[in-house]
C-alpha cells in the first residue's frame, strides 16, 4: 500500500502505461502494416501470373470453347503458376479444379463476381474444412473480345502467417525488453524527481518541530526549487514573526507590570493608618487611573485576540461626523493643553453621515491621535484632524509633524505584533487593529510618512461603508 501511495511509484507506474499503451499501438499498427504489405505482394505476384495466363489463352485457346479446352486437357496456359487453378463457367460451374476438388457456391465469391464483370478481383478467406487462410484472385478468359468464363489462382497464406508469427514474437521480445529498460529508466529518473522533494519533506518535517533554522538546500532551477526558496522564506518569516511576538509578549508583560507595581505601591502605602487625606486622595487617584489604564490595554488584547480570529462583528449605524469630530476634540483637548501641543479638528456645521460603527471608529481615532501626540515634541506638536468627500466615499486623515517613519518600518507598521525602534513605540498592535477595523467596514489605512518630516494617515471608507 504504502509502494502504490508513493510518488515515485506513481511515476513508474504512469511511465510504464505510457510505454506499454504506445508499444501496443505501434505494435498493432506495424503488424497491421506488415500484413497488408505481404498479402499486397502475394496478390500482385498472383495477379502478374493471371495476367499471362489469360493473354496467354486469348491468343492461342480462343478458337475452342472454354470446354473443349479443359476436356482436351489443355493446361499449358495456367500450368506455369504454382497455385490452385480453378476454371470456372460464366454458369458458376467449376469446370477444373487443379485439386481435384469441385466446390460449390464459387460464383458467389467476390473475386469471381468482379471478374464477371470484366475486371481483376481478389478476397481473402478461411477454408471452411482446414481453417486455413486463402487468397484467391480471378480474373476473366476471353474469346473473341467476349467473356467465356473465369480464371482463378488460389494460394496459401500459411507463410504470411508464419512470417507475420515471427514478426509479432519478435515485436513481443523487443516490447518487453523496452518495458523493462524502461523501468529501470523511470526509476533512476524518479529519483531524480523524489530526492529533492523527499529532502524538502525531511526539511518541512524539522520546520514542523519548531525547528526554523534549518535551510532546504536549492538542487536545480525548477519548480521544485522554487519551491525549496518558497519553504526557506516561510521559514524566515516564521523566525521573524516569533521573534516579533516574543518582543510583543515581552512589551506587554512591561506594560503590564508598570501599572500593577504602581497600583500595588500605592495600596501599601495607604494601608499605613497615619496617612493624611491628602496623600490619601493622591493615592487613590493614581490607582483609579492606573487601573483605566490597565483595564484599557487587557480591552486592547482582547481586541486583538478577536480580530485574529474574526470574531468581530461591526455594529454599524448613521454617524453624524460633526459630533464624531466634536467628541474627538473633547476627548484629547485636555491632553494636547497638558503637553502644549496644538490640535487641529477642522469642522463645519454640517458635515453629513456615514455607515460606519461609531465605537470602532472612535477607537481607531483615538490610536491614530494616541501615535501622534507620542511621536511630537511637546511645545512644537502640530496634529489636525480633517475629513475630505469624493466620488468613492470619504477619507478622514489624521497628520502630524512629528519624528515621521522610515521607509523600513513603514512597510511593516501594519503588521501584527510589529513595533518600531523608537522608545514610545507601543505595544505593536494598534495600527494592526486600527487596519483590521477599515478593512470590516470595506476600507483601508493608508500611512504616508517621512523620518523628521512627520506622518499622513488616511482612514479611507467607501461610500457603502
Not at 529519483?191 to 529532502?199: S, T
Not at 470619504?394 to 503588521?415: A, L, P, R
Request: glycine content about 6%.
Amino acid at each position: 500500500m504504502r509502494f502504490r501511495n508513493s510518488l515515485k511509484s506513481r511515476l513508474a507506474i504512469s511511465y510504464l502505461i505510457i510505454i506499454i499503451v504506445t508499444l501496443v499501438i505501434t505494435d498493432i499498427a506495424l503488424a497491421s502494416v506488415l500484413r497488408s504489405y505481404f498479402n499486397s505482394n502475394v496478390r500482385d505476384t498472383l495477379y502478374n501470373q493471371l495476367s499471362v495466363a489469360t493473354d496467354t489463352y486469348s491468343r492461342y485457346y480462343a478458337d475452342d470453347t472454354l470446354e473443349q479446352n479443359v476436356a482436351n486437357d489443355e493446361d499449358a496456359f495456367w500450368r506455369q503458376s504454382s497455385a490452385m487453378v480453378q476454371i470456372i463457367s460464366l454458369e458458376g460451374n467449376v469446370l477444373l479444379d487443379s485439386t481435384g476438388n469441385r466446390p460449390e457456391g464459387v460464383l458467389e465469391a467476390d473475386d469471381v463476381q468482379l471478374a464477371l464483370s470484366g475486371s481483376s478481383g481478389s478476397t481473402i478467406y478461411t477454408h471452411a474444412v482446414t481453417g486455413e487462410k486463402l487468397m484467391a484472385v480471378s480474373k476473366p478468359l476471353y474469346s473473341n473480345n467476349e467473356i467465356v468464363g473465369i480464371l482463378r489462382f488460389i494460394t496459401s497464406l500459411r507463410g504470411v502467417e508464419s512470417s507475420m508469427s515471427v514478426i509479432i514474437m519478435n515485436f513481443v521480445i523487443f516490447g518487453v525488453a523496452v518495458i523493462i529498460i524502461s523501468t529501470f529508466i523511470s526509476n533512476i529518473l524518479g529519483m531524480r524527481f523524489i530526492r529533492p522533494i523527499e529532502k524538502l519533506t525531511k526539511t518541512a518535517e524539522i520546520m514542523a518541530t519548531g525547528n526554523y533554522n534549518v535551510v532546504s538546500v536549492k538542487m536545480h532551477e525548477d519548480e521544485i526549487g522554487k519551491l525549496s526558496d518558497t519553504l526557506n522564506h516561510m521559514a524566515s518569516e516564521i523566525k521573524k514573526k516569533e521573534e516579533l511576538k516574543n518582543d510583543f509578549i515581552s512589551s506587554v508583560s512591561h506594560e503590564l507590570r508598570t501599572p500593577l507595581t504602581s497600583i500595588k505601591g500605592w495600596a501599601v502605602t495607604l494601608k499605613d493608618p497615619s496617612t493624611d487625606y491628602a496623600l490619601l486622595e493622591q493615592g487613590l487617584d493614581i490607582i483609579s487611573n492606573e487601573s483605566d489604564r490597565l483595564k484599557s490595554m487587557v480591552d486592547e488584547l482582547l481586541d486583538f485576540s478577536k480580530f485574529v480570529s474574526g470574531k468581530i462583528a461591526l455594529e454599524k449605524e448613521d454617524i453624524d461626523v460633526r459630533a464624531l469630530f466634536d467628541f474627538l476634540q473633547h476627548h484629547m483637548e485636555n491632553r494636547a493643553n497638558r503637553e502644549k501641543k496644538k490640535l487641529i479638528i477642522e469642522k463645519e456645521e454640517d458635515m453629513g453621515t456615514i455607515y460606519a460603527d461609531i465605537n470602532r471608529l472612535k477607537q481607531v481615532f483615538i490610536n491614530l491621535l494616541d501615535n501622534s501626540f507620542k511621536f511630537t515634541k511637546e511645545g512644537e506638536g502640530e496634529i489636525s484632524v480633517r475629513m475630505n468627500r469624493h466620488r468613492g466615499g470619504v477619507d478622514f486623515i489624521v497628520e502630524d509633524n512629528g519624528t515621521g517613519i522610515s521607509q523600513t518600518d513603514i512597510k511593516n507598521v501594519k503588521e501584527k505584533f510589529y513595533k518600531g525602534k523608537t522608545s514610545s513605540s507601543s505595544n505593536g498592535i494598534g495600527l494592526s487593529i486600527c487596519d483590521e477595523i477599515a478593512l470590516l467596514h470595506g476600507g483601508e489605512l493608508i500611512i504616508e510618512s517621512e523620518v523628521d518630516e512627520g506622518t499622513k494617515i488616511t482612514l479611507r471608507l467607501s461610500q457603502g461603508a
